[in-house]
Nanobody
């Protein structure tokens, strides 16, 4: 099975940028559809973005569309989330997730469909 470790979180001012990485080990991520989710204090986990196994299909939540971009490098076994023009409401713990067994072009947007999760990385955006 795959193990996922997020990195790249931190404290940034509103309008700034961060790039999150999710390094996978144990199995190649080319066999997994992958996604990013986030959870703010007192709120439920929220879908952010998803990408297909091939990387050819992506989907972003409306709240981040145009500001965040999900990508993957299967050769490096790493998933990314480029976050630009950050807002205070983006403050949350960000998690990457992997789902095995999807077709190469499928994206997965529902948390319960993901079988593997990282431990999360904190993103804090100050106003």
């Amino acid at each position: 099975q795959v193990q996922l470790v997020e990195s790249g979180g931190g404290l940034v001012q509103a309008g700034g940028s961060l790039r999150l990485s999710c390094a996978a080990s144990g199995r190649t991520i080319s066999t997994y559809a992958m996604g990013w989710f986030r959870q703010a204090p007192g709120k439920e986990r929220e879908f952010v973005a998803a990408i297909s196994r091939s990387g050819g299909s992506t989907y972003h939540a409306s709240s981040v569309k145009g500001r965040f971009t999900i990508s993957r490098d299967n050769a490096k076994n790493t998933l990314y989330l480029q976050m630009n023009n950050l807002k205070p409401e983006d403050t949350a713990v960000y998690y990457c997730a992997a789902d095995l067994g999807r077709s190469p072009s499928s994206v997965v947007t529902t948390a319960r469909q993901y079988g593997y999760w990282g431990q999360g990385t904190q993103v804090t955006v100050s106003s």
